[in-house]
Antibody, heavy 124, light 110 residues
Framework: EEQLLESGGTLVQPGGSLRLSCAASGFSFSSYAMSWVRQAPGKGLEWVSAISSSGVRIHYADSGKGRFTISRDNSKNTLYLQMNSLRAEDTAVYYC?????????????????WGRGTLVTVSS | QSALTQPASVSGSPGQSITISCTGTSSDVGGYNYVSWYQQYPGKAPKLMIYDVTNRPSGVSNRFSGSKSGNTASLTISGLQAEDEADYYCNSYRSSSTLVFGTGTKVTVL
């Protein structure tokens, strides 16, 4: 069974840093692009960042540019999101999501598999 | 990055059809056929319902269909059932290699 399991969410102070992880299983992780999507409490979905299957192509939403870094370790079947200079408005459940495109450099721009999410709370 | 515009809520009786609109611009919905739709129950992860405007993943009921006209995409749910009560989000590729979600629509089955 294909699965994604996020971890690393916790309470962090404004200005702090945090690294989220997403462990993939049940599919060939190295073959697919991945993304992070977040959802603030009671709010809608917001795309955060995407990375191609090899990690060569990376894209960010304006909200995370310069503060967030997406990466992946295909040998560990794991996706990461390094978040620095965190703000209260970054408080959200962070989901990792699988893009079904299996050609490197390309994205299908939709998500056929989602994790359960991990909650990040930025507060003093 | 401004979100795509969806109605906050749509309701219908069991068996009826409802349509959820998703309005963007020529830089996203109108310019690309990369529109997808997601269903989300409270406290759960989103589930893909439609991709590339009109395509339905295997396992998704054929009561769900998608379309697009100009800068507005639509999700139609026919034969509305109690289990369809959830939040629905559209999503579109936007120029400069970004993705944008809609504001979300709460579907209520009366």
């Amino acid at each position: 069974e294909e699965q994604l399991l996020e971890s690393g969410g916790t309470l962090v102070q404004p200005g702090g840093s945090l690294r989220l992880s997403c462990a993939a299983s049940g599919f060939s992780f190295s073959s697919y692009a991945m993304s992070w999507v977040r959802q603030a409490p009671g709010k809608g979905l917001e795309w955060v960042s995407a990375i191609s299957s090899s990690g060569v192509r990376i894209h960010y939403a304006d909200s995370g540019k310069g503060r967030f870094t997406i990466s992946r370790d295909n040998s560990k079947n794991t996706l990461y999101l390094q978040m620095n200079s965190l703000r209260a408005e970054d408080t959200a459940v962070y989901y990792c999501a699988k893009d079904p495109n299996s050609r490197d450099y390309y994205f299908a721009w939709y998500f056929d598999l989602w994790g359960r999410g991990t909650l990040v709370t930025v507060s003093s | 990055q401004s979100a795509l515009t969806q109605p906050a809520s749509v309701s219908g009786s069991p068996g009826q059809s409802i349509t959820i609109s998703c309005t963007g611009t020529s830089s996203d919905v109108g310019g690309y056929n990369y529109v997808s739709w997601y269903q989300q129950y409270p406290g759960k992860a989103p589930k893909l319902m439609i991709y590339d405007v009109t395509n339905r993943p295997s396992g998704v009921s054929n009561r769900f269909s998608g379309s697009k006209s100009g800068n507005t995409a639509s999700l139609t749910i026919s034969g509305l059932q109690a289990e369809d009560e959830a939040d629905y989000y559209c999503n579109s590729y936007r120029s400069s290699s970004t993705l944008v979600f809609g504001t979300g629509t709460k579907v209520t089955v009366l």
